[in-house]
């Protein structure tokens, strides 16, 4: 009998050690490292790994013989998850969408696989729930039924062989976690397991060329579960979020091999299922009749289009030696930067204050153009001073003072024109060059300025 091979894998990345320890060297993750044990078996997927591309045969080439015929994408029925795709589903790809348990991911898929039904040959893995409790929850959504194929299994290879007998254009995995390859000997659900389950699905959809959309867990820390290395085999990454007593779902694209990154999309969940939010700003400004001091709108920029939020800010003496900074929606150490320039560069201390700010609506908020707006949110509410509805500012602030330009100005100002917004503090570096009809443009390249303007 051969003797086993066993390694000690990090959960969290993928790292490999030859005996157990208590810290990861690569991630720096504690009590992450497991043991798994490793196949024997020459012909076990980590050595069958012909055509992984979906070359089937080794041919070198140059650049100018390749043949640039674009690829035939086609709608996945629903605008907002194409716009997150890049403008469609690439057969050969294949793509992870994971999310919070109750998210919504098998609802959305399940949406999409019965309609695509209608015209494609489709099929829907299912390894976490019964054949019954899809059809149950396919006819609580109304949705058609009578074309889509399902199949209720948890072996890769034998997926893949009845995949091969009805060829499908397009694949539901739900979920990788559960999936498992029979060479390998660790319970499904484990990094080894996880690893080869993926790679062998994308080899298999690059193939034979069929769309692939594949289910992911989260951790407790809201980061998909399993190897780093499944998040870099797959074409395109997306989670879907949401917070759980909010009726709207925002799916962002992580990574996208056909298209933009950071794109969104959002979705409110009715009894009947996912629906598809085209105008989002128009949900996310959803303000009271009566303006407060300490609320703004500003514009971001997701993907490809230009979105309007409205973040609020509140500022109130402390009772405490160390006045509390909380941060929802953006990040907490820019805020305490953002205080340090104010009390720099515009002369206004808040160190007996605390501060608390919220991006109202549930968006997160990553990048640096939210910096002028919260700047102006937090001194409106620090002087008690209601700022106009009719306002919008952005602006990348920068550690000496200065308003620095974000990209896509113009496209920014007029998506607020559009909504009727009159007055845009923006920096100067974003003035348009010719003037945008319904709304005043005032240009500042200094914080002291973007505080003389309000």
Same mark, same amino acid.
């Given at each position: 009998?051969a003797?086993?091979?066993?390694?000690?894998?990090?959960t969290?990345c993928?790292?490999?050690f030859?005996?157990?320890?208590g810290?990861?060297?690569?991630?720096?993750?504690w009590?992450?490292?497991s043991?798994?044990?490793l196949?024997n078996?020459?012909?076990?997927?980590e050595?069958n790994?012909?055509?992984?591309?979906?070359?089937?045969h080794?041919?070198?080439?140059?650049?100018d013989?390749?043949?640039?015929?674009?690829?035939?994408?086609?709608?996945a029925?629903?605008?907002?998850?194409d716009?997150v795709?890049?403008?469609?589903?690439?057969?050969?790809?294949?793509?992870?969408?994971g999310?919070?348990?109750?998210?919504?991911?098998s609802t959305?898929?399940?949406? $999409?696989?019965?309609?695509?039904?209608?015209?494609r040959?489709?099929?829907?893995?299912?390894?976490e729930?019964?054949?019954?409790?899809v059809?149950?929850?396919?006819?609580?959504l109304?949705?058609p039924?009578s074309?889509?194929?399902?199949?209720?299994?948890t072996n890769?290879?034998?997926?893949?062989?009845?995949?091969?007998?009805?060829?499908?254009?397009?694949?539901?995995?739900?979920?990788?976690?559960?999936?498992h390859?029979?060479?390998?000997?660790?319970?499904?659900?484990?990094?080894?397991?996880?690893?080869?389950?993926?790679?062998?699905?994308?080899r298999?959809?690059?193939?034979?060329h069929?769309?692939?959309f594949?289910?992911?867990?989260?951790?407790?820390?809201?980061?998909?579960?399993?190897?780093?290395v499944?998040e870099h085999?797959?074409?395109?990454?997306?989670?879907?979020?949401?917070e759980?007593?909010?009726?709207?779902?925002?799916?962002?694209?992580?990574?996208?091999?056909f298209?933009?990154?950071?794109?969104?999309g959002?979705f409110?969940?009715?009894?009947k299922?996912?629906?598809?939010?085209?105008?989002?700003?128009?949900?996310?400004?959803?303000?009271?009749?009566?303006?407060?001091?300490?609320?703004?709108?500003?514009?971001?920029?997701?993907?490809t289009?230009?979105l309007?939020?409205?973040?609020?800010?509140?500022?109130?003496y402390?009772?405490m030696?160390n006045?509390?900074?909380?941060?929802?929606?953006?990040?907490?150490?820019?805020?305490?930067m953002?205080?340090a $320039?104010?009390?720099?560069?515009?002369n206004?201390?808040?160190?007996?204050?605390?501060?608390?700010?919220?991006? $109202?609506?549930?968006?997160?908020?990553?990048?640096?153009?939210?910096?002028?707006?919260?700047?102006?949110?937090?001194?409106?509410?620090f002087?008690n001073?209601?700022l106009?509805?009719?306002?919008?500012?952005?602006?990348?602030?920068?550690?000496?003072?200065?308003?620095r330009?974000?990209?896509?100005?113009?496209e920014r100002?007029?998506?607020?024109?559009?909504?009727?917004?009159?007055?845009a503090?923006?920096?100067?570096?974003?003035?348009?060059?010719q003037?945008?009809?319904?709304?005043e443009?005032?240009?500042?390249?200094?914080?002291?300025?973007?505080l003389?303007?309000?």
């Amino acid at each position: 009998m051969a003797k086993r091979k066993i390694a000690f894998v990090c959960t969290d990345c993928g790292a490999e050690f030859p005996r157990w320890q208590g810290q990861c060297n690569d991630c720096q993750a504690w009590n992450t490292i497991s043991e798994v044990v490793l196949s024997n078996d020459k012909h076990s997927p980590e050595r069958n790994l012909k055509g992984y591309a979906g070359q089937t045969h080794a041919k070198v080439e140059t650049l100018d013989q390749i043949d640039l015929q674009a690829l035939p994408r086609f709608s996945a029925c629903f605008k907002e998850l194409d716009r997150v795709l890049g403008g469609g589903v690439v057969p050969g790809a294949a793509m992870l969408i994971g999310g919070s348990p109750g998210a919504g991911k098998s609802t959305l898929l399940l949406q $999409v696989m019965c309609h695509l039904a209608q015209g494609r040959n489709t099929l829907y893995v299912t390894g976490e729930e019964s054949l019954q409790q899809v059809a149950m929850r396919a006819q609580r959504l109304g949705l058609p039924t009578s074309k889509l194929k399902v199949l209720a299994e948890t072996n890769v290879e034998t997926i893949c062989e009845l995949a091969l007998v009805h060829k499908p254009d397009i694949m539901v995995i739900d979920s990788i976690q559960v999936m498992h390859v029979s060479d390998i000997q660790s319970a499904p659900g484990s990094v080894s397991q996880v690893r080869e389950s993926a790679a062998f699905l994308t080899r298999f959809a690059k193939q034979h060329h069929i769309a692939m959309f594949l289910v992911g867990h989260v951790t407790k820390e809201g980061n998909l579960a399993g190897p780093k290395v499944l998040e870099h085999c797959i074409d395109c990454s997306m989670m879907l979020e949401g917070e759980s007593d909010s009726r709207y779902r925002t799916l962002r694209g992580n990574k996208n091999r056909f298209g933009a990154v950071n794109e969104l999309g959002v979705f409110a969940m009715t009894d009947k299922g996912l629906k598809e939010v085209s105008n989002p700003s128009a949900i996310f400004l959803s303000r009271e009749e009566q303006q407060s001091p300490g609320s703004i709108v500003m514009v971001v920029w997701e993907g490809t289009r230009p979105l309007l939020v409205e973040i609020q800010a509140l500022v109130d003496y402390s009772q405490m030696a160390n006045p509390k900074r909380i941060a929802v929606g953006t990040e907490a150490n820019r805020l305490a930067m953002l205080l340090a $320039v104010l009390h720099r560069h515009g002369n206004v201390q808040m160190n007996d204050q605390d501060v608390f700010v919220n991006v $109202v609506g549930g968006v997160r908020i990553a990048e640096t153009s939210v910096d002028l707006a919260l700047l102006l949110a937090m001194i409106s509410s620090f002087r008690n001073h209601t700022l106009s509805r009719e306002l919008i500012a952005f602006g990348e602030v920068g550690l000496a003072g200065e308003i620095r330009p974000v990209p896509n100005g113009t496209e920014r100002i007029q998506e607020a024109a559009k909504h009727g917004f009159k007055r845009a503090i923006v920096p100067k570096g974003n003035k348009p060059k010719q003037p945008i009809a319904g709304i005043e443009i005032v240009a500042v390249s200094r914080l002291s300025e973007a505080l003389e303007a309000l």
